[in-house]
């Protein structure tokens, strides 16, 4: 399998004979999914939207989990939706918190698989980052998660089940009958965590769809950012089909130095990526993409990869995220001395973009960016295996 190759959707997806004979997960269906399994079920046609509104306000907007406390639905109505479905978050393996507050969770999903999502509080916001992928197929040669071989795709549930786990541990859930309060604690979220996320698109995408309907959630598409290596095709679906804001690993200024660091570009270089980045924020009516950019001592810092870097992005609206390298066992990289790191930022924002330097967070329990890995080994399977598993 080249490490540059789409993955295909239904080999890497949950295998189905977890899925056989259980019962359906409602977490991650989106509107229309929901009242199709609602109708399966023998809901009215014409009562299923109503139904379809009533259990996403307790699911996304209460945080249910059981649907006996759907209180608005009749008792025999919420025992057959309990023989049928079932609203199931990941299971939290662990939990570490950081000197800084952020909390890394390692998560155990169907099959026995985990992956990682990391909460970071800040002053003004909370952001969520969170896995798309068990693992990762794109190798990014600075990045610990590309040590990890992909085992397959996340489902949308475990996608926005990352959410709602979250939102569990940090007692986001609003409580019936008391004062409203508007304090966000989740308040963003960015798909910055395992996997390539282009490479599950459609799950993806269901997922944030769920993420940002303004009657759970209520996440909007403007506090939600996607990160991707560069999955050329996908990147004008995903101006259309979520609209979210757009960051791009890309870490160099040269092809030769960024088929290195990231081999994706091997398939589609730095100027077919930048030809299509140009069109991304009129097609998703976002303001700017951000390139994020890490800083490798004596690989990619030089003050001519500065201004490289700033001729080859000019005409986009955009800013430049330089995220101190954050170094792991093994890692075949240094961070860039820190007086080297300002010298290359004030170079970028002479040319008139912004250039903050990513202050490193949950360095400590291995939760900064590029860190994430999970623990198992048993996730470690050969494509043949997966199939096999799969029933492919």
């Not at 379809?52 to 989990?65: E, K, L, N, S, T």
């Not at 303001?287 to 700033?310: C, G, H, P, Q």
């Not at 954050?326 to 250039?355: L, T």
Request: net charge neutral.
């Amino acid at each position: 399998m080249r490490l540059d190759a789409p993955i295909t959707q239904d080999v890497l997806t949950l295998p189905r004979k977890l899925a056989e004979g259980g019962k359906r997960n409602l977490v991650g269906l989106t509107r229309a999914q929901m009242a199709d399994a609602l109708v399966a079920m023998g809901t009215p046609e014409k009562q299923a939207k109503m139904r379809v509104g009533q259990i996403w306000q307790w699911i996304y907007h209460w945080g249910a989990q059981d649907f006996e406390v759907m209180t608005n639905l009749a008792k025999g109505y919420r025992a057959q939706l309990a023989e049928q479905f079932e609203i199931s978050r990941p299971e939290i393996v662990t939990r570490q918190i950081s000197e800084d507050g952020t909390r890394k969770y390692l998560l155990r999903i169907a099959g026995g698989h985990e992956v990682e999502a990391v909460y970071i509080p800040e002053e003004s916001r909370g952001t969520l980052c969170i896995s798309s992928q068990v693992g990762c197929t794109l190798t990014c040669s600075f990045c610990h998660t590309g040590t990890q071989k992909l085992v397959r795709n996340l489902t949308a549930a475990e996608i926005v089940g990352q959410v709602l786990v979250a939102r569990d541990d940090l007692g986001e859930w609003p409580i019936p009958g008391a004062p409203k309060d508007e304090t966000r604690l989740v308040s963003n979220v960015v798909l910055m965590g395992m996997g390539e996320p282009l490479y599950n698109f459609d799950n993806v995408r269901d997922g944030m769809k769920v993420v940002m309907d303004n009657e759970g959630l209520s996440i909007s598409r403007r506090r939600i950012t996607l990160s991707t290596s560069g999955v050329v095709p996908e990147i004008a679906r995903t101006a259309s089909e979520i609209g979210c804001l757009l960051a791009i690993s890309f870490h160099a200024t040269t092809d030769e130095v960024r088929d290195k660091l990231v081999p994706i570009n091997k398939r589609w270089n730095i100027k077919t990526l930048l030809d299509v980045l140009r069109d991304y924020p009129r097609l998703s009516n976002s303001e700017r993409i951000t390139f994020e950019y890490v800083m490798l001592k004596d690989v990619n810092d030089s003050d001519a990869d500065a201004r490289r870097l700033v001729k080859l992005i000019a005409g986009i609206p955009a800013k430049i995220n330089l995220i101190p390298f954050n170094e792991w066992p093994g890692a075949p990289y240094q961070r860039s001395d820190w007086a080297r790191i300002e010298a290359f930022s004030d170079i970028v924002h002479k040319a008139g973009y912004a250039s903050p330097i990513r202050t490193p967070r949950g360095e400590d329990i291995m939760a900064a960016c590029g860190q994430l890995k999970s623990a198992t080994e048993r996730g470690r399977m050969s494509r043949a295996e997966i199939a096999a598993q799969a029933g492919g």
